[in-house]
Structure formats: C-alpha cells, structure tokens
C-alpha cells in the first residue's frame, strides 16, 4: 500500500463502514441534486431549443438526447453492478454487495428508456416499431438480465448468500456488454453505427454534441443519487439491529 | 433558436407524439426511481419503530 497515501486508504475504510456511509452520503447528497440539475437544464435547452434540427430527420432526431445516454448507462451500470457484485463476492463487503443490489433497479429502468425511446424512434424513421435485429436483441436480453438479478435477489432471504448469487449472474453476463457494443459493427444491422464514440472525427456537429454529452454526465449523476438513496435504504434495512441504526433513529423517540 | 414559436416548439416538426412520449416516458420511470426508495425509507422506518414500542 506504499504508493496510495494515508489519507486515501482511510477515506476508503471509513466509507466501507455502514454508519460513515450513511453520514457522508445524506451530507453529499444536496451538492449531487445541484450539479444533476444544472446539467439537465443546461442539456435540455442545449438539446431541445439551441440545437438545429436534423438534415434527414427532422426534429425527431431529438429523441437522441436521452436514448443514446440512456444506453450509454444501461451498460455503465451493468459494469458497475458486476464489478460490485464481484468485490463482493471476493472480499465479503457489505457495501459493495448493497450497491452492486441497488444498481440493479436503476441499470433496468435505463435499458426500458433506451428500449422504448428506441422504439419511439423507430417507427417514425424505420417505420417499424421493432426488429429482431443485433443492436436490439441484446439490449432486450440486458434488460433480462437486469431482471433476472432482481428477481434472484428477491427469492433468496439471507442477503448475504442473495449477494453471491446475484454476482454471479451478473459476472456470467458481462459477456452481453461487448455484444451490445459492437453489434452494429460485427453483423449488418438495422440500428445505425456509433456516431459519438468514433473519437478521431464524429459525425455529429458540435451543437448536437455538447447537449448530448451534458445529458450524458446528468443521467450519470442521477444515477449516483438514486443508487445511493437505493443504497441507504438497503442498507439500513440490512443493519436493521445494529447500534448505529438504533441510536439514529430509534432513541430519539422513546 | 431554432423554433420560431412555442406552439412550433410543442409541434417538434410533426413529430410531437414521439418526441414528448419519449421525454415524458423517461420523466415518469426516474421519478419512479427516486420516489420508491423514499417510500421504502418510510415503511422502513415505521416496521422499526413499531418493533420498538412491541418489545417494550
């Protein structure tokens, strides 16, 4: 540990534990609320009102500014979900287990919204609401997955063993993640190819560009505030008998 | 600007049904995700105060 330094090992020790969690995050919580909301507001009017509308498609395309952040997410949070999940399952942190659990919700409303904004999309541009192509396919099955971790995670009462379980399965379907990714590059596909993260030159104009990555920051943020309220939850939940929860919220009231 | 009205705002260009479907769509679901824990809190919070008084 000579190359972390003191105070960064023991900011980590302290979060670790439920109590100092608990209390760092209701402190953090109004600066992530002020940040998420200069960043959606700035991105919708960006997004909405400054940008110009699209050579081909009109004002339609303006679906973009929440589908494609959307997406974006419905693969960050797996990520996050998994690589939680198996810090878990590695070195038994309760914390990790409860954020890798809270993600779960999250990570699947953003596949929904990327699923129906997509399909909102589509009809207009493709004239079809849905097609069993690769892009779509595997975002469906991301959204099973996510499904899948949920109901596991309920049907199982002892959370801890819940928490194995669910990494597992989410581990075994991190292999979907690259699947999404380069679907629209590996087979011939409907859904169209990336157009932002073709770093060297993307084929979008700049004053399209700037609120779709203003969107994309204010999801990540909303993100990290609703995990966390999610996160608080469960693990108050989980810590139900211990002293700290007693004396937080228990004693005032007798 | 590139609307020369509200009302050509509201009309997205004909594609107002999917354009504000999808906005309202995504609204509702990260309202759901912030409500839910909130009211989980409470039922929380209520199961365990209850418990307390019972065992009193």
Same mark, same amino acid.
Do not use: C
């Given at each position: 540990?000579?190359?972390?330094?003191?105070?960064?090992?023991?900011?980590?020790?302290?979060?670790?534990?439920?109590?100092?969690?608990?209390?760092?995050?209701?402190?953090?919580?109004?600066?992530?609320?002020?940040?998420?909301?200069?960043?959606?507001?700035?991105?919708?009017?960006?997004?909405?009102?400054?940008?110009?509308?699209?050579?081909?498609?009109?004002?339609?395309?303006?679906?973009?500014?929440?589908?494609?952040?959307?997406?974006?997410?419905?693969?960050?949070?797996?990520?996050?979900?998994?690589?939680?999940?198996?810090?878990?399952?590695?070195?038994?942190?309760?914390?990790?287990?409860?954020?890798?659990?809270?993600?779960?919700?999250?990570?699947?409303?953003?596949?929904?919204?990327?699923?129906?904004?997509?399909?909102?999309?589509?009809?207009?541009?493709?004239?079809?609401?849905?097609?069993?192509?690769?892009?779509?396919?595997?975002?469906?099955?991301?959204?099973?997955?996510?499904?899948?971790?949920?109901?596991?995670?309920?049907?199982?009462?002892?959370?801890?063993?819940?928490?194995?379980?669910?990494?597992?399965?989410?581990?075994?379907?991190?292999?979907?993640?690259?699947?999404?990714?380069?679907?629209?590059?590996?087979?011939?596909?409907?859904?169209?190819?990336?157009?932002?993260?073709?770093?060297?030159?993307?084929?979008?104009?700049?004053?399209?560009?700037?609120?779709?990555?203003?969107?994309?920051?204010?999801?990540?943020?909303?993100?990290?505030?609703?995990?966390?309220?999610?996160?608080?939850?469960?693990?108050?939940?989980?810590?139900?008998?211990?002293?700290?929860?007693?004396?937080?919220?228990?004693?005032?009231?007798? | 600007?590139?609307?020369?009205?509200? !009302?050509?705002?509201?009309?997205?260009?004909?594609?107002?049904?999917?354009?504000?479907? *999808?906005?309202? &769509?995504?609204?509702?679901?990260?309202? !759901?995700?912030?409500?839910?824990?909130?009211?989980?809190?409470?039922?929380?919070?209520? *199961?365990?105060? &209850?418990?307390?008084?019972?065992?009193?």
């Amino acid at each position: 540990m000579f190359l972390i330094p003191d105070a960064v090992v023991r900011f980590f020790h302290r979060m670790a534990s439920p109590p100092h969690f608990y209390a760092f995050t209701e402190k953090l919580m109004p600066w992530l609320v002020t940040i998420f909301v200069l960043l959606t507001a700035a991105g919708l009017y960006g997004g909405l009102v400054l940008a110009p509308p699209d050579y081909q498609q009109g004002d339609s395309y303006r679906i973009i500014y929440i589908h494609v952040p959307s997406a974006w997410m419905s693969l960050f949070i797996y990520m996050v979900m998994a690589a939680a999940g198996g810090i878990g399952l590695v070195w038994r942190i309760k914390l990790a287990e409860v954020v890798a659990i809270s993600s779960a919700p999250i990570g699947a409303s953003f596949t929904f919204i990327a699923l129906v904004t997509g399909s909102l999309w589509g009809k207009p541009m493709w004239g079809t609401w849905w097609v069993w192509d690769a892009r779509l396919t595997s975002e469906l099955i991301l959204l099973f997955l996510y499904l899948g971790v949920i109901g596991l995670y309920g049907a199982i009462d002892d959370k801890r063993v819940a928490s194995k379980a669910i990494a597992i399965l989410a581990l075994v379907g991190v292999v979907n993640i690259p699947i999404i990714h380069y679907s629209v590059e590996w087979w011939n596909t409907l859904h169209q190819g990336p157009t932002v993260t073709k770093m060297d030159k993307p084929s979008i104009h700049v004053t399209m560009l700037v609120p779709l990555l203003l969107m994309a920051l204010s999801f990540k943020m909303y993100y990290v505030i609703a995990m966390l309220q999610r996160a608080r939850v469960e693990l108050l939940q989980r810590e139900r008998n211990a002293q700290w929860v007693k004396n937080r919220f228990l004693e005032k009231q007798s | 600007m590139t609307f020369n009205s509200f !009302a050509e705002f509201l009309a997205m260009g004909g594609y107002a049904f999917y354009v504000w479907g *999808s906005y309202g &769509l995504t609204l509702i679901v990260l309202l !759901a995700n912030i409500i839910i824990p909130i009211w989980q809190r409470k039922q929380l919070l209520r *199961s365990l105060s &209850l418990k307390q008084q019972r065992s009193k």
